[in-house]
């Protein structure tokens, strides 16, 4: 699951932090008339039991708006309903959250109060990003951007540069994100802003630690940093965070008796502030240990082995229910998949099914190609804007140029013409650039889109196979065939949304396969898969599911039906920064295959889908690929030549 990734707040009004303690607060308000005085103790309340009590925080602040409204004070009264506002978030009532900045932020527009306005633009914001509706709240925060910029307001700036960054980590593109956190963390500090600063360092953290991205020193440094900053702001939401990251890095080190002891601190500090959501991560976490943790870590933290599985997925689901409550979608998928992995290793292979199909729902739910192509355009349309309003300011420059250069003679006019059509070209420059990037990412669109049909297609074949052998009543060797099956369909489904896989990880869903074939036929083949030493299987990244198909023909175009036994060899080598894969087979070759009368089995179009495939991801912006089919005396030759790339260039 992805850890609890926290959205940038801009503080406006003249709350930030709040030293006198609520009993004095109280006091003072028992003893106040209803004046400004009693009016701001009200809104000092109102932020402060967000944090404690929300019911009591939702009192304070609708006193607070009725008696702005009665001492007419329309700032005082858009504060109190900001503050009601984050009282509903804090309870995951994110419609409610949403009604009531938005009549703030009504109010604060009519005030021409700019800073406000991109303040509360950025809290709707942080409302969709929590429900996972990225397209949505990156919109909010571009608009918050502009203000900044159009204003000169710095901090507005940061803290809307710094939610566009976590935008790009929920996307996974933790590099690019850690390097725009750097920059607005720079400005954070300029500014004094240390709220913003140990959200920063926190995600920073967060990012570091993904298996995708693995830069746990990096982590270490800044969920530290975070971790005293809190401490010593006495930020305790924050700090409940920075413990749960730390966590992680101990999770990630194996070092699990410190894992364990410090997601328990994270679950204690979450239900302090009443953040239910950083306590949900934490019961996820805690369900992982249960599961993967050694036995003798278990006794050592009070956990039963033999209940250990028991305990995961009590630990799960109370995290379930707590996301499901605050809609949060994406790490619902996460916990869905973690439940998966529980049932299967409680050989409750239906219940792990079923859970991984909610996992997929969710998954699609949150980012399916036609949300990142609209994220991408919300972005082209952001630029374009800001360049379009940047050539209105220059227009007009040249403008009073011109004017000028006529009053001044021919020579001026002369040079404004150039002036302007350097602009043109500048211009035409931009939306050429524009229009290619934006084919570039519908190349990527379709090229995924293809990618999906491969995978129906692979599983009618597969549980083709499986009603064919448990037909033959044989439950034993069932059993082993659904347990095969089993392992495999969850590996195709989790491949099936990456654009490339490590080899290893192909190859061991290929062998998986070629396992069931057979298993099914009863040993009528035998095969081989032979890897050159010079490449690293777990580094080289190929397109998923690449090969299966012509080893797939090879057993039922080729050596189905054979009267001798027959081979399938698979050979993986190097050539020039080239990867060459080779499919041979024994069998009756292409031609017999295509005589009449020949039902043996349909024909397949896997070679054709591949084709497109191999087409679409040159078209994405990869080196050439190609496919060659050769005939030979006894038996198919099949190359598949793609470019050879590794983690590191994929990630780059």
Known sequence: MRPLYLCFLLLCG????????????????????????????????????YDINTDSGLLFSNEAIDLARRLKMPEKE?????????????????????????????????????????GLLLRIGSLYEARSSYIEASNYFYRALAIGEKQGLVQVEAV???????????????????????????????????????????????????????????????????????????????????????????????????AILTYRQTIALAQMVNNPVGRAIAQHYMAEMCRVAPDSVLRRQGIMPVHKLDSALAFEKQALDILAAHEDVQRQGEAWQNMSAIYE???????????????????????NDEKKEALLQAKMQFDAEKKEETHRAELKKQTLIRNGAIAGGLGLLVIGGVIARQRNRRRA????????????AIAETEL??????????????????VADFIRKNDLDAADRYLNKFARLIRMVLESSGEKSIPLAEDLQALRLYLELEALRTNQAFSYQIR???????????????????????????????????????IHISAKNDRLECRITDNGKGRKPAALPGDTSKPKSFGTSITRDRLSLWQKA????????????????????????????????
């Open 14 to 49: 003249c709350f930030g932090a709040l030293s006198q303690p609520s009993s004095q607060l109280l006091q003072l308000l028992e003893a106040s008339p209803a004046d400004s005085n009693r009016l701001n103790t009200l809104l000092r309340l109102s932020r402060m039991y």
């Open 448 to 465: 995924r889109a293809l990618r999906s049909q491969m995978n129906p297609h692979f599983i009618f074949n597969c549980l083709g196979s």
């Open 160 to 258: 809307a540069a710094a939610n566009l960054a976590l935008v790009q980590q929920h996307l996974a593109n933790y590099a690019e994100a850690v390097s725009h956190y750097t920059r607005v963390l720079a400005l954070f500090r300029s500014v004094n802003d240390t709220a913003n600063m140990i959200t920063a360092l926190n995600n920073m953290a967060a990012a570091c630690s993904q298996p995708a991205f693995m830069r746990l020193d990096s982590a270490w440094q800044f969920a530290n940093e975070a971790k005293g900053l809190a401490e010593k702001t006495e930020n305790y939401r924050q700090l409940s965070t920075a413990t749960n990251a730390l966590a992680g890095i101990y999770y990630e080190r194996k070092q699990y008796d410190s």
């Open 621 to 652: 912006g990869a080196a050439p690929a190609s496919l060659t089919i050769n005939d030979l005396d006894t038996g198919t030759e099949v190359i598949v030549d793609i470019p050879l790339y590794d983690q590191a260039a994929i990630n780059a």
């Open 78 to 118: 858009a504060e109190g309903l900001k503050f009601k506002g984050d009282n509903f978030d804090v309870r995951g009532t994110y419609d409610s959250a949403e009604l009531f900045f938005n009549r703030a932020m009504e109010i604060q527009q009519k005030r021409k109060d700019h800073k406000s306005v991109a």
């Open 531 to 569: 890897v050159s030493d010079a490449i690293p299987q777990e580094e080289t990244m190929i397109p998923p599911l690449i090969l299966q198909p012509f080893v797939e023909n090879s057993l039922w175009h080729g050596v189905a039906g054979m009267r001798g036994e027959g081979k399938i060899d």
């Open 345 to 367: 290793a409680m050989n409750n292979y239906p219940a792990a099914l079923a859970a991984f199909k909610k996992h997929k729902q969710f998954q699609d739910s949150v980012f």
């Open 429 to 440: 420059a931009l939306q050429k650039q524009k229009e290619a990037e934006l084919r570039s």
